[in-house]
């Protein structure tokens, strides 16, 4: 009864301080990441205070340039939003929603588009809702990358200490608890391997097929859509939508917009269900031995339990799992 109480106990607290688990988790992974730079470094006689803050730097860096490449564009994108003209442009909505229902009506499908609601969308109040979001959301972002970079300097400075008291209490549970250790260390750096090559295979495949459309800040889009991938299932959404506001707001021939936006449509759709049934189980299911079918019920099953942020750790936090649970079984 009491191992009960405790267990439920535990899943509770966990589940609180998910967030706070998150930031730990990610961190352990960049700290395995970078570990084998952090050591290259102590080797050259540096202290490892002093390489550990060379290696957060290198993450700082990479934040940085991401920031330099895409806010130029993304204030652009703000002013050219704030000059649109929007009676103008719900003229153009009226006529271009008319056109819609009057296609359905051929073929006797019921289609009631109101322009007016979709317009309601679009009015100021959702604008200053929008940036409010966005502000909130940017110190949300500068809150985890600092509590990352904190986590892991001193997971990097500290390594072989934490490293022997880990080993230390689980050695207690957990027959050959070092070589586990070694092999979760091995499939989560595999895993990083391989997450970056799906980034670059997206980056590449977005970037040629809309400068093939001639879509201004193809390859920031393309950027914007590799990493955002990241987010399974939801993270393709937002980057469609991100590549329809460029679309819309820097075509100058607004009659152009309905066709780019249908192609663009159909080269995420095409690129994304490529990832997901040729890309994804080629790299995981290969690096992690985890058929796909188990990658797809977990993630799903980590959105509904704990939203976006256990939808991308579910697999490799299912990896450790597995090895852990593997040796207790056996």
């Known amino acids: 009864m009491w191992g009960l ?10 589940w609180k301080l998910s967030i706070l688990f998150a930031y730990l988790f990610i961190s352990i992974i960049l700290a395995i990441v970078l570990n084998p730079l952090n050591k290259k470094l102590q080797f050259h ?4 205070v002093f ?28 002013e050219t939003i704030s000059k649109i003209d929007y009676n103008n442009f719900q003229n153009y909505l009226n006529n271009w929603i008319s056109d819609i229902n009057d296609f359905f009506k051929k ?35 500068f809150l985890a990358s600092f509590s990352i970079c904190f986590i892991t300097f001193f997971l990097l400075k500290d390594t072989e200490i934490l490293k022997d008291k880990f080993l230390k209490f689980i050695s207690n549970y957990i027959l050959k608890s070092e070589e586990k250790l070694i092999e ?8 990083f391997t391989g997450l970056i090559t799906q ?9 040629i097929g809309m400068d093939f459309l001639n879509i201004q800040h193809a390859w920031v889009i393309a950027l914007f859509a590799a990493i955002i991938n990241i987010i399974p299932y939801v993270g393709p959404i937002i980057g469609f939508s991100f590549a329809s506001i460029i679309i ?21 759709a095409i690129i994304q269900n490529s990832d997901n049934f040729i890309f994804q189980p080629m790299i995981f299911s290969k690096i992690l031995k985890i058929h796909p079918l188990e990658i797809f019920t977990i993630v799903l099953a980590a959105g509904m339990l704990g939203g976006i942020v256990w939808m991308l750790l579910a697999i490799p936090s299912y990896a450790v799992i597995k090895i852990l649970a593997g040796n207790i079984l056996k």
């Not at 109480?5 to 966990?14: K, T």
């Not at 819309?248 to 159909?266: A, E, H, M, R, S």
């Open 5 to 14: 109480f405790i267990g439920f106990s535990l899943l509770f607290l966990f």
């Open 45 to 48: 006689k540096l202290n490892r």
């Open 51 to 78: 390489s550990s803050l060379i290696c957060i730097l290198i993450i700082f860096l990479v934040i940085f340039m991401l920031g330099f490449v895409g806010s130029p564009i993304i204030l652009d994108e703000i």
């Open 107 to 141: 073929y006797n499908i019921n289609s009631n588009i109101k322009s007016d609601e979709i317009f309601s969308l679009l009015n100021f109040t959702s604008f200053t809702s929008l940036f409010a979001k966005t502000f909130s959301l940017l110190g949300n972002v």
């Open 184 to 191: 979760i260390t091995y499939y989560l750096r595999r895993y």
């Open 199 to 207: 980034l670059s295979i997206l980056f590449i495949c977005y970037g």
């Open 248 to 268: 819309i707001t820097t075509t100058q021939n607004i009659d152009l917009i309905p066709n780019l936006l249908v192609k663009t449509f159909i080269l995420f």
